[in-house]
Structures are given as C-alpha cells and as structure tokens.
C-alpha cells in the first residue's frame, strides 16, 4: 500500500527479516520515551539476534503479521498482530503499534492500523482484533474509535507509573 499524506510518501509493507535493526531501534526509542509503554528500558534488553528470531516467527505463522511504515527507506514505524496459541482462543489476537517519534501525526498510525484490518478480514483464522492502551493516551484511544474499536474493559489502576499515580489499561476490540 502506497500513502502520501501531508506531501510525505510512505508505503506499508510485510516485514522483511532486514528490517530487524530499524524495527529494533524504534522499539528501544519508544520506550525510551516512557509514557505509553509498559516495559521501562532497563526491562527491554532484546539483542538484534533475537529480533531477527522473533521476526522470522511472526513470517512463518500465517496467523500473525509485522507491517511496516517505510519513507525513502527508512522504517517510520511499525504493527504487530500475534495471535492466541490456544484453541478456544485462536481466533482472536492483539496488535501492538509503534511509530518513530518523528513521523507521528502524518497518519502513519492509522494507515498500520487499517492495513492489519484488512489483512484480518482476509485471513480466515482471524474474527477478533484486540488491543490494550493506556487510559491516558488519548490520541490513539480516538483512532481506534474512529476505526471502529469498541471498549470492552478497563483494568483500574493497571500500571503504576510512580509512588502515587496509577494509570487505567483500557481492553479494546473490533470483530473481522
């Protein structure tokens, strides 16, 4: 998929396994930012060997899938759908979504998020797209809105972001 938004070309593309490092180096900046991530960096500690791992898993199972942004070359950001093992549970999976802080706002976001829509609805294994997101992170909770994700719980005070502040998970879904 071709996007231009803002006179900024990107496309969307499946991973390939040399993306590792850039997908890798994005991970590591996002979370360095620590406001919407639940690991701290000193608890991301993922070597690029084991990224390269963790990528060709996701490309040999037909039930999961890694997108990625990518503007004259370089990787902009990136989406990740890894479904349930279990039986009862192998219809459904969760994304997790992550865009260099310096290509946020041109709809990067959204365009990985309608893409791992579409390869949903195309993928027979695939009936429910889940998601976990901050209480306070209220941008991406109106885009998963906007694309149609409904709240369907709320885990109080999830996270405890220091001595005295706690912040909600809220559960998000959308039926393929």
Not at 11 to 39: C, Q
Not at 90 to 100: E, V
Request: charge should be negative.
């Amino acid at each position: 998929m071709s996007v231009c938004k803002d006179e900024v070309k990107y496309i969307i593309r499946p991973v390939k396994l040399e993306d590792a490092e850039a997908v890798l180096d994005i991970h590591h900046s996002v979370i360095a930012e620590g406001e919407y991530f639940i690991k701290v960096s000193e608890e991301f500690t993922r070597t690029l060997e084991q990224q390269k791992e963790w990528i060709q898993k996701i490309i040999e199972n037909e039930k999961d899938t890694l997108m990625v942004a990518e503007i004259n070359g370089e990787i902009a950001g990136w989406i990740v759908f890894l479904s349930q093992d279990r039986k009862r549970l192998s219809h459904t999976g969760s994304f997790g979504l992550m865009i260099n802080k310096n290509y946020r706002g041109i709809g990067i976001g959204r365009n990985l998020v309608t893409a791992l829509l579409d390869w949903a609805e195309k993928n027979p294994s695939i009936e429910k797209v889940s998601l976990g997101v901050y209480s306070t992170n209220h941008k991406a909770i109106s885009l998963y809105k906007s694309l149609g994700f409904i709240e369907e719980g709320r885990k109080i005070k999830e996270f405890k972001m220091n001595e005295n502040e706690y912040v909600d998970d809220i559960l998000m879904y959308k039926l393929v």
